[in-house]
Nanobody, 124 residues
């Protein structure tokens, strides 16, 4: 059974940083691309970032480019999202998701398994 467990969310002031983690189990983590997706209050899902199976192909949404960094540790079966220069518009529930592909993708249709999410709130 695929399990994805996010952690690291919380309340942070504007300009601050957080590092999200996603612990994966139940599948061959190193064989699949992974993504981060978020849902802001009252909004739909927004794709944030994706990384391919071996970590050398990375994509970002324009809204986070230059501020967020996705990475993975295949030895630890863990996906990360380093978030810097956080802004109130980044407030959302952040989900990690497993792709059905090895290559990085921006399509929700390629994401078959999701974690339960972790809340990030950016507020003074």
């Amino acid at each position: 059974e695929v399990q994805l467990v996010e952690s690291g969310g919380g309340l942070v002031q504007p300009g601050g940083s957080l590092r999200l983690s996603c612990a994966a189990s139940g599948f061959a983590f190193s064989s699949y691309a992974m993504s981060w997706v978020r849902r802001a209050p009252g909004a739909g899902l927004e794709w944030v970032s994706a990384i391919n199976s071996n970590g050398n192909d990375i994509r970002y949404a324009d809204s986070v480019k230059g501020r967020f960094t996705i990475s993975r540790d295949n030895a630890k079966n863990t996906l990360y999202l380093q978030m810097n220069s956080l802004q109130p518009k980044d407030t959302a529930v952040y989900y990690c998701a497993k792709s059905s592909l090895t290559r990085a993708t921006t399509a929700f249709s390629d994401l078959g398994d999701w974690g339960q999410g972790t809340q990030v709130t950016v507020s003074s």
